[in-house]
Structures are given as structure tokens and as C-alpha cells.
């Protein structure tokens, strides 16, 4: 194939621009690697991207992750919407409706954020509201500002790769990079050309997403409505989101969704006989679930919808994908500068491929109580009890918001493997302040000298950081990644030991002492 090449040659070339991409992009130059990253769409602010279509719901993981890079100020749309999912004037206190499983709501007054030990007062919400348009805006800001090249209208048509690097085209121009992140979507060509395999669960259902004039909305009561058919949900008017239980039978069709499709199956759906005068916007979705098995072929790595697709049921997509996206970044960074343990970046496959299964599989499960049969309106029915008490929404809501989000990395302190609590120094600052920079962070709140000495045997890769803190139970010290996990913890004073240090070098590569 003959190509004009397109030099220089980057560490990283990212395909896709949208919130994945960009985060990968953001905390890949921030280690001073050279990135770029190849759209295909020519124009990065798109009506479904705005509100009401382009709302979406972050959870704790994602809002630490924003926090940690000073990102998290810059959101303004969560200040206006309060609550997206209650109808007219939200509910404000003990009654606010705070998320929901499949449909069901849980109040925030049942839930009892005292059983999250490691959730500190202080720390950032645990869910708020933004849209893609505008996580999109903030991170390319921050992307040109650390100097990401984004080249747009440039879709990706065959990828190669050898032991050096990847060859990427798009139509005759090529690009060289060293490694290359298929960032593309749930119909990613670099996850198709890259050889990948993509294995899950077929669709019980097409969901369409609209914009309507209603001649007569009266007939359509506002809200989530689960029917003998299926569901229909108006949640502001004219804005209506339906579930077709037809095993996503239109969505594959690829036809367009005109306004007598949808009034055809809206009055089936309702049972009334809805008048629709307008479309004026309208995108299908299914519940089809896969999953890579693999997240890297080579040189080549996958991340957010490239590996894994779901329902947008609970809204845990865009979260799953920005959790990629950092938990890689650094790791990714570290290989690139020959600064990464052996396995290291293998380790994000390690780590992130079970998040992944568990909430493909929350998603399924939600989907089984929405069916239109009595089966599953007995077990919607179980649920909406459970939901409605304290144990039942609590378990809930920290998983929905991501509290529960844990990897298994060993070790016998049970803060291990979970984001660093939000520790607030006597001076008022506080730790997630103190990670901009992306740096590993060993903190220790009893000034031992020989944690102290440590850092020194590790070139500077980590950043030593000694000072009591408000709230620390039953911590002495802590060592943070770079993606603000607890990669060690400690509490107990002690002489550093062989422990840490085997830690430390199963992250990077210091030859033994």
C-alpha cells in the first residue's frame, strides 16, 4: 500500500477523540510522552453531545480522577442540574432521588455512607452530573495545552504493526507511532484490524433515544413507565427514551429512524394513541454486551468502548472507559521511557478486564428484571423492596457510583487495591491536591526515617511526602500510584522492610541492590 507518511514518528498515537481518548492523551503527555491522536469526525461539538442527549453521570472514581489532575473545578453543568432523573422540581434532602438499578430509584436518605470507611469527610461528591460535550471541552483544553496533537476528519482505515512500532492509515496518508490505543468506540476498527477478540451477549432490545413534538403529551405521563411492551421515559418534554423489547432486531437493521417508526412503536409501547408531529433527533442502542478477551495484541491496546460494550443502563459506561484510560496512562508511560517493571503494562489488562466483566454483567442484570413478563416483574417487585431500605440502597449506590471499585493487588491492609482516601494535611490541603503532577507518592504520617531513605533508591520516581493528617484510620503510611490507588499501606510504625521495596520494584525497574 502506498501512503504519504506523515512524521514525526510519536510514542503514542491514540485513535479517537472523544472523553477516553483524551484522558489517555492528557495523562500520557503529562509523562512527557509525544502523542497523537487521529478523529475521524471533523467536528467535535455534535448535537447528541449536548444536553439532554449527551448527559451523563460520573461517578467517584471519575470525579477523584478529575480532582487529582485539577480538572474537577472546571465542571459547571453538575452546579445547574441537580437531578436529571426526577421530573419537574427535584426533591432536595433525605427524599432526593440519588441514581437508580434498572429503573428503580434509591433515596439519598437511605443510604449510609458511614459503612465506606476510607470515603473521608472532605472528599469530592460521590456522583454528579455532566455531559460529553463538555468533559470533551475540558480535556482538549488540557490536552493542547500539554501539547497532544489532535488531527480531525481522519478515520482510521488499516492498521500494521511490527516489533518497532504501528503503521496507522487513513485513506493514503499514514502515521508511525511506537504504540497505538484503539480509543474508536463499540464499532472500532482498530479492535477489528487490530486482531482482537470481542465475545459476549446478543441484544433483547433496541433503545431509541429522541427528540419529538407530541400533539398530545397529556396521554404520555412523565417519568419512567414500564409497560406489558416494554418502557417509554419522558423525563422533560418532548425528550423520550423508549426500550423495544424486539432483540435489537431494528438497531441491526441500520435503517434510519423516521417519525412514523417511532409513533408506531411509542403507541405500541404506551398503549395510547400518541400523535408525534416532529422528529427532530433520534439514535437506537441495544443491551449487547461484549468484551475483549484480550485488552493488548502487541503493540496495540484497547481501551473504553474498543474493549467493552454494554447497555447505557445506570450510566457506567463513559465512567468503565475514563478508568481505562488512567489506570493505562501511566503504565503505558512508564514502558515507553524504559522505566516500567517487567509486566507492568500487562498489569492494565490484569486489573481492568474484571471491572469491566462486572459491570457488563450489571448491565445484564438490570435488563432481566425490565423484561415485559411476569418473571421479571416479580423480581422488579423483590428489588424495589430491597432498594427502599438502608442496607439495599447502600449496597447500590457504591456501585453505581463506583465506590466499591477494588483491584486484587495483595497485601494485608484493606485500603489496598481501593482510591486513596482524600487525606487532609493540618494545613488544609489535601492529597488529591498534591497529584497534578501524576507522580507515585509515598506518604507517610509518622516522619520514619527509613521510608524516608527510600526514596532515594528509586531515581526520583516516586515523591516522598511526610506530614500527619485529620483523619487517617489505622494508616501510617501509604504508597499512591500514579491513578490514585493504594498500592501498599501500612498501620503500624516500623523499619522499612523487604516488603515495600518488592512492591516498589514490581512497578519499576531499579536492578536489586
Known amino acids: ?26 495523562e500520557l503527555a503529562l509523562a512527557k510522552c509525544s502523542v497523537l491522536i487521529l478523529e475521524k469526525a471533523e467536528k467535535p461539538h455534535l448535537p447528541l453531545k449536548r444536553l439532554p442527549f449527551g448527559i451523563r453521570g460520573l461517578s467517584a472514581p471519575t470525579i477523584e480522577a478529575l480532582h487529582r489532575r485539577g480538572l474537577l473545578e472546571e465542571l459547571e453543568i453538575h452546579k445547574k442540574l441537580k437531578n436529571p432523573h426526577m421530573s419537574g422540581t427535584p426533591q432536595q434532602g433525605p427524599q432526593r432521588q440519588a441514581g437508580h438499578f434498572a429503573g428503580i430509584p ?25 455531559e460529553i460535550d463538555e468533559l470533551e471541552t475540558i480535556l482538549t483544553r488540557r490536552a493542547k495545552a500539554l501539547n497532544v496533537e489532535i488531527r480531525r476528519g481522519l478515520p482510521v482505515t488499516d492498521v500494521h504493526q511490527n516489533e518497532e512500532g504501528v503503521t496507522v492509515w487513513s485513506g493514503k496518508q499514514s502515521f508511525e507511532g511506537k504504540w497505538l490505543v484503539g480509543c474508536d468506540g463499540s464499532r472500532s476498527i482498530v479492535r477489528k484490524m487490530g486482531g482482537f477478540e470481542f465475545a459476549g451477549t446478543e441484544p433483547e432490545f433496541t433503545g431509541y433515544t429522541t427528540l419529538l413534538d407530541i400533539t398530545d403529551p397529556e396521554k404520555l405521563p412523565p417519568g419512567r413507565n414500564v409497560t ?46 400518541v400523535t408525534i408531529n416532529a422528529l427532530h433527533v433520534a439514535t437506537t442502542w441495544t443491551d449487547r454486551a461484549r468484551q475483549a478477551t484480550g485488552y493488548r495484541n502487541g503493540r496495540i491496546l484497547l481501551a473504553g468502548d474498543a474493549a467493552h460494550i454494554h447497555s447505557p443502563l445506570g450510566g457506567q459506561g463513559l465512567n468503565l472507559g475514563l478508568g481505562d484510560a488512567i489506570n493505562l496512562g501511566w503504565k503505558l508511560a512508564a514502558t515507553i521511557q524504559n522505566l516500567a517493571s517487567d509486566g507492568l503494562l500487562n498489569s492494565y489488562q490484569t486489573e481492568r478486564h474484571p471491572i469491566a466483566a462486572q459491570v457488563l454483567d450489571w448491565s445484564r442484570a438490570q435488563v432481566a428484571i425490565m423484561r415485559p413478563t411476569p418473571h ?21 449506590a457504591g456501585r453505581v457510583w463506583g465506590i466499591h471499585t477494588h483491584y486484587d493487588l495483595g497485601g494485608g491492609h484493606p485500603v489496598t487495591g481501593r482510591s486513596v482516601p482524600n487525606f487532609e494535611f493540618d494545613n488544609g490541603t489535601k492529597i488529591g491536591e498534591l497529584m497534578h503532577d501524576g507522580q507515585m507518592i509515598l506518604l507517610d504520617f509518622t516522619g520514619n526515617t527509613s521510608l524516608k531513605a527510600l526514596k532515594n533508591d528509586f531515581n526520583g520516581r516516586i515523591k516522598y511526602i511526610s506530614g500527619d493528617v485529620k483523619d487517617r484510620p489505622e494508616l501510617s503510611a501509604v504508597l499512591i500510584r500514579p491513578d490514585g490507588i493504594v498500592a501498599w499501606a501500612s498501620d503500624s510504625t516500623f523499619d522499612c522492610d523487604e516488603h515495600l521495596t518488592r512492591i516498589l520494584r514490581s512497578y519499576w525497574n531499579v536492578p536489586a541492590q
Open 106 to 130: 434509591f433515596l439519598e436518605g437511605n443510604v449510609d455512607t458511614s459503612q465506606w470507611k476510607y470515603r473521608l469527610p472532605g472528599s469530592p461528591e460521590a456522583s454528579l452530573i455532566s
Open 1 to 26: 500500500m502506498k501512503a504519504t507518511t506523515n512524521l514525526p514518528i510519536h510514542d503514542v498515537i491514540i485513535c479517537g477523540a472523544g472523553p477516553v481518548g483524551l484522558f489517555l492523551a492528557c
Open 376 to 396: 421479571a416483574k416479580a423480581l422488579h417487585a423483590i428489588f424495589r423492596d430491597l432498594l427502599n431500605t438502608r442496607d439495599g440502597a447502600t449496597y447500590i
Open 228 to 273: 406489558s411492551a416494554g418502557m417509554y421515559m419522558q423525563s422533560q418534554p418532548g425528550y423520550v427514551l423508549i426500550q423495544d423489547f424486539d432483540g435489537g432486531a431494528f438497531h441491526d437493521t441500520g435503517k434510519p429512524v423516521t417519525r412514523d417508526h417511532i409513533q408506531e412503536v411509542l403507541r405500541r409501547i404506551s398503549n395510547t394513541d
